[in-house]
């Protein structure tokens, strides 16, 4: 049981090129996120899929765009990579049926733009 | 809107003391939950603690206590008999419902509480 897992760790990009971070859980959770931490900033949310074919727009999704592919799979894809866009990125998942529905988190990307 | 607000951007403590983060939120909600994660330097997220709305007692976890003060909207982690390792950055958290009946969290700016030998 290997949680969520995202890759890759870490990424290096040029303004203008673009890339597709991935996450995948085993849990079968149902709700899935991605998130953006800046220094100072806390987490911000920037798109959630609550199940497999539904996704939606959180507090910062300019720039970027996901794909729900499966029950286990969100992926997130920046398309013209930006400076603004260094960060650590964080996957999340969540159950729907669970007491507290605390999110488990992958252990981040950390993206540079340059 | 639902906000989180954490307004210690740093704490010290000395070990095996008591320390209190604080956490407010802002809601029109009557039913959400509030999360406590830690955030060591190695970067990973950790779920410390829960707290529902319509919990009446406080939530406990171990050395974790969550002070719920509903009225006041208020829900500050008390860490009893710090230790080195709990040396982290901590972000308060509220789950709260979408118009279309999902989940989604909103996170606090986070304390960095340092624990003093």
């Known amino acids: 049981n290997a949680g969520v897992t995202q890759t890759p760790k870490f990424q290096v990009l040029k303004t203008g090129q673009s890339m597709t971070l991935q996450c995948a859980q085993d849990?079968?959770?149902?709700?899935m996120y991605w998130y953006r931490q800046d220094p100072g900033m806390g987490l911000r949310l920037i798109y959630y899929?609550?199940?497999?074919?539904?996704?939606d727009k959180g507090e910062v999704p300019n720039g970027y765009n996901v794909s729900r592919l499966n029950k286990r799979e969100f992926s997130l894809r920046l398309e013209s990579a930006a400076p603004s866009q260094t960060s650590v990125y964080f996957c999340?998942?969540?159950?729907?049926?669970?007491?507290?529905?605390?999110?488990?988190f992958g252990p981040g990307t950390r993206l540079t733009v340059t | 809107a639902q906000k989180i607000t954490q307004t210690q951007p740093g704490m010290f403590v000395q070990e095996k003391e008591a320390v209190t983060l604080d956490c407010t939120y802002d809601?029109?909600?009557?039913?959400?939950?509030l999360f406590w994660y830690k955030q060591p330097s190695s970067g990973e997220m950790i779920f410390l603690i829960y707290?529902?709305?319509?919990?009446?007692q406080n939530a406990t976890e171990g050395r974790y206590s969550l002070n719920f003060q509903k009225a006041r909207k208020s829900a500050n982690l008390v860490i009893s008999a710090s230790q080195l390792g709990d040396s982290a950055m901590y972000f308060c958290?509220?789950?709260?419902?979408?118009?279309?009946?999902?989940?989604?969290?909103?996170f606090g700016t986070g304390t960095r509480l340092k624990v003093l030998a």
């Open positions: 999340a998942s969540s159950p729907s049926r669970d007491r507290g529905y605390e999110q488990y």
């Open positions: 899929s609550a199940s497999e074919g539904t996704t």
């Open positions: 809601t029109s909600d009557q039913s959400y939950g």
């Open positions: 958290a509220m789950r709260e419902v979408t118009t279309s009946g999902t989940y989604k969290y909103i």
């Open positions: 707290q529902g709305s319509y919990d009446e």
């Open positions: 849990m079968n959770h149902n709700s």
